[in-house]
């Protein structure tokens, strides 16, 4: 275990962990490098650049904008009469 004072410095491998694969071994720099193959999605998404800036529609949005406004519009008038009367 490392003391307190001691600052990691990567690429150091402590006796209790050591590198166990190349793989491993090359992923111990302060950024982590993984292959394409990993990330790139099996099918190449085709939208355009207007699909792309349009945000996501749909679940009903407006109305519980709508209903949770006017919900906290009734919380108020309720605690404004129990404070005035």
Do not use: W
Request: proline fraction near 5%; avoid cysteine.
């Amino acid at each position: 275990m490392m003391s307190q004072k001691a600052a990691y410095q990567p690429g150091q491998h402590t006796a209790e962990n050591p590198a166990s694969s190349s793989e491993e071994a090359e992923n111990t720099e302060d950024t982590l490098r993984v292959a394409n193959e990993e990330t790139a999605a099996p099918v190449p998404e085709t939208k355009t650049t207007e699909e792309v800036r349009q945000g996501h529609t749909g679940d009903h949005v407006r109305y519980i904008l709508m209903y949770s406004t006017v919900g906290i519009l009734i919380v108020f008038a309720i605690l404004l009469a129990l404070y005035l009367f």
